[in-house]
Protein backbone atom coordinates (compact mmCIF):
# COMPACT_ATOMS: atom_id res chain seq x y z
CA UNK A 1 0.00 0.00 0.00
CA UNK A 2 1.79 3.51 -1.30
CA UNK A 3 0.58 7.06 0.24
CA UNK A 4 1.17 9.33 -2.44
CA UNK A 5 1.33 13.51 -1.26
CA UNK A 6 0.89 15.60 -4.76
CA UNK A 7 -0.28 12.73 -6.53
CA UNK A 8 -3.48 14.42 -8.30
CA UNK A 9 -0.94 15.13 -11.56
CA UNK A 10 2.34 15.29 -12.60
CA UNK A 11 5.18 13.77 -10.69
CA UNK A 12 3.15 12.52 -8.11
CA UNK A 13 0.26 10.95 -10.14
CA UNK A 14 3.39 9.37 -12.25
CA UNK A 15 4.38 7.53 -8.94
CA UNK A 16 1.22 6.80 -7.92
CA UNK A 17 0.71 5.25 -11.38
CA UNK A 18 3.68 3.51 -11.32
CA UNK A 19 3.57 2.00 -7.93
CA UNK A 20 0.57 0.41 -9.25
CA UNK A 21 2.25 -0.97 -12.78
CA UNK A 22 4.85 -2.67 -10.52
CA UNK A 23 1.45 -4.54 -8.10
CA UNK A 24 0.92 -2.50 -5.62
CA UNK A 25 -2.63 -3.65 -4.70
CA UNK A 26 -3.63 -0.82 -3.24
CA UNK A 27 -2.66 3.58 -3.53
CA UNK A 28 -3.79 6.42 -1.87
CA UNK A 29 -3.37 9.93 -3.64
CA UNK A 30 -3.54 12.67 -1.44
CA UNK A 31 -3.53 16.20 -2.94
CA UNK A 32 -5.60 19.31 -2.69
CA UNK A 33 -6.58 19.77 -5.72
CA UNK A 34 -10.36 19.76 -6.73
CA UNK A 35 -12.61 16.11 -6.52
CA UNK A 36 -12.90 16.49 -10.38
CA UNK A 37 -8.83 16.46 -10.79
CA UNK A 38 -8.41 13.68 -8.16
CA UNK A 39 -11.31 11.53 -9.70
CA UNK A 40 -9.72 11.51 -13.29
CA UNK A 41 -6.16 10.60 -11.52
CA UNK A 42 -8.13 7.37 -9.80
CA UNK A 43 -8.97 6.59 -13.29
CA UNK A 44 -5.57 6.79 -14.39
CA UNK A 45 -3.87 4.32 -11.38
CA UNK A 46 -6.82 2.00 -11.49
CA UNK A 47 -6.29 0.60 -14.99
CA UNK A 48 -3.19 -0.66 -13.43
CA UNK A 49 -5.81 -2.73 -11.18
CA UNK A 50 -4.87 -1.41 -8.23
CA UNK A 51 -7.58 -0.14 -5.40
CA UNK A 52 -7.45 3.94 -5.08
CA UNK A 53 -8.41 5.99 -2.61
CA UNK A 54 -8.61 9.89 -2.94
CA UNK A 55 -7.93 12.07 -0.57
CA UNK A 56 -8.70 15.94 -0.65
CA UNK A 57 -6.18 17.63 2.22
CA UNK A 58 -3.91 19.91 2.47
CA UNK A 59 -0.78 18.56 3.59
CA UNK A 60 0.74 21.87 4.97
CA UNK A 61 -1.84 21.40 7.89
CA UNK A 62 -0.68 18.36 10.32
CA UNK A 63 -4.14 17.69 11.55
CA UNK A 64 -5.58 17.44 7.59
CA UNK A 65 -1.91 14.81 7.27
CA UNK A 66 -3.10 12.82 10.54
CA UNK A 67 -6.68 12.53 9.27
CA UNK A 68 -5.93 11.16 5.96
CA UNK A 69 -3.20 8.90 7.54
CA UNK A 70 -5.80 7.41 10.23
CA UNK A 71 -8.57 7.25 6.75
CA UNK A 72 -5.85 5.06 4.73
CA UNK A 73 -5.29 2.70 7.73
CA UNK A 74 -8.80 2.48 8.29
CA UNK A 75 -9.63 1.22 4.92
CA UNK A 76 -6.34 -0.63 4.10
CA UNK A 77 -4.82 -1.79 7.18
CA UNK A 78 -1.17 -0.16 7.01
CA UNK A 79 1.04 1.98 4.81
CA UNK A 80 4.14 0.31 3.48
CA UNK A 81 5.25 3.33 1.53
CA UNK A 82 4.75 6.95 1.23
CA UNK A 83 6.28 9.38 -1.28
Do not use: W
Amino acid sequence: MALVTGAGGGLGLAITAAFAKEGAKAVAILDVLPDEVLAEAKKKVEVFGAQCLTIGRNVTVESEVERAHSEVVEKFGRIDYTA
